[in-house]
């Protein structure tokens, strides 16, 4: 079975400016990709050139077999699309904007529209310029999965929506990759692609910097462990723990980074009249400086 997507060496520049060089990459059907970067990366550059929404400057997209610039339209019939920003008209109301799309789309399965109004909680009879953030981006998911699309490209689509919606939001694309659908996820949080998706492809600077499953993805994964204690600690005795690193002392206080299980970091705290125990997930960034330290990538 052909792959959904194809990047072969896909590169766009913007002048002296840095855009993607040379990404390669492809996502299988049924899959659910996720494409991780810090804001900046090059996310939406990728996404934008792979729907010929712009052109490369090298190297090519291929969706569906078919290459992006040759026949955008035939990609987008097939596609459910949420861009990282988007506007829609402020005067219309939720349901009227629903329907202002699916009729765009030919029409669509109006009982499968209810269902997903019901299943995040929308208030079709509200205007757009009314609703929240977070409610302005039930609709945009709504339009995005309605007509019950053969690829979802979807960019940073959990953005202000509270957790129980995210978990919503998930388990609804769950529910479409079984129907057989693909998912092409950008997300900036580690967390929610490591809970979510397949394979995972990481961006750093318009490079591709590592590509693997989610397993493999999970020696990113760390915390920020601050440790408040009533009198001083011996630090050796927490350098010595599996895992880690990094680790200052101020006055009675220790801060490290912890990979993997932190059972035994609390194990050896509770040996001491500990005051305060915070724990961190760190940001994509602060993960991406750790893994790959603060050196530049070079651009060529």
Wanted: proline residues 5%.
């Amino acid at each position: 079975m052909p792959d959904v997507i194809a990047l072969e060496k896909l590169t766009k520049s913007y002048g002296p400016h840095r855009g993607i060089i040379e990404v390669d990459l492809t996502v299988a059907q049924g899959e659910i990709f996720g494409f991780l970067g810090p804001n900046g990366a090059g996310k939406t550059t990728t996404i934008r050139t792979m729907l010929d929404l712009i052109r490369p400057t090298s190297g090519r997209a291929v969706v569906f077999g078919i290459e992006s610039s040759a026949d955008p339209v035939a990609i987008h019939r097939r596609i459910g699309y949420i861009p990282g920003e988007f506007a829609l008209y402020d005067r219309l109301t939720g349901g009227q904007t629903l329907e202002y799309f699916a009729n765009l789309r030919g029409g669509v399965d109006r009982a499968y529209q209810r269902s997903l109004v019901e299943r995040f909680e929308l208030d079709p009879s509200r205007r757009y310029n009314q609703y929240s953030k977070g409610n302005k981006q039930k609709v945009g998911v709504i339009i995005a999965l309605q007509h019950r699309p053969e690829l979802l490209i979807l960019d940073e689509p959990t953005s202000g929506l509270d957790p129980l919606v995210q978990q919503t939001f998930f388990a609804t694309l769950r529910d479409t990759v079984r129907d057989g659908a693909t998912v092409f996820l950008s997300s900036h949080i580690l967390s929610e692609v490591e809970k979510s998706c397949d394979r995972v492809a990481i961006i750093r600077e318009g490079r591709l910097v590592k590509l693997d499953t989610v397993e493999g993805l999970r020696d990113l994964a760390h915390h920020q462990v601050e440790l408040r204690f009533a009198g001083p600690v011996p630090a050796a005795v927490f350098e010595a723990l599996p895992g880690v690193s990094d680790l200052v002392a101020e006055d009675h206080v220790l801060r490290m980074r912890v990979a993997g299980a932190i059972t035994p970091v609390v194990r050896a705290a509770a040996q001491y009249e500990l005051l305060d125990f915070v724990s961190r997930e760190p940001s994509l960034e602060e993960t991406f400086l750790a893994q790959y330290g603060r050196e530049a990538v070079e651009v060529k």
